[in-house]
């Protein structure tokens, strides 16, 4: 089983505790963001200000699911059925989304 650095440094408690918190904390502050971009009342303002808002919720809310998916895996370790930790998919997404909301940030400011 392929496993991140924080699945070995971190006592099986802390994992389930942290991860949960930060999941649950970084996932609340990512769906704003996200909403507020795909919400079809809200107000959309130019689209660089509404995809740096949409690549900011989709940076967050994958962050979010790092994190739960990590507090998942804790919680099954052992277990005969475990859910393994997230894949590098999960931190490419997080990380596409945070570059085009750093693009569209930079676009934003210069014009």
Not at 12 to 39: C, D, E, H, K, N
Not at 41 to 59: C, E, I, K, Y
Not at 70 to 75: C, I
Request: with cysteine; glycine share 14%.
């Amino acid at each position: 089983m392929k496993t991140t650095a924080l699945m070995h440094t971190s006592p099986r408690q802390r994992r389930i505790t942290w991860g949960f918190g930060l999941a649950v904390g970084i996932g609340m502050i990512g769906f704003g963001p996200l909403f507020a971009s795909l919400w079809p009342g809200f107000d959309h303002s130019p689209w660089d200000v509404n995809t740096m808002l949409l690549g900011l919720g989709v940076g967050l809310c994958t962050i979010s699911y790092i994190f739960g998916r990590v507090a998942v895996a804790a919680v099954t370790e052992g277990r005969r059925n475990a859910v393994s930790p997230p894949t590098r998919r999960a931190y490419f997404v997080a990380g596409g989304g945070f570059a085009v909301a750093a693009l569209c940030l930079a676009i934003a400011l210069s014009s």
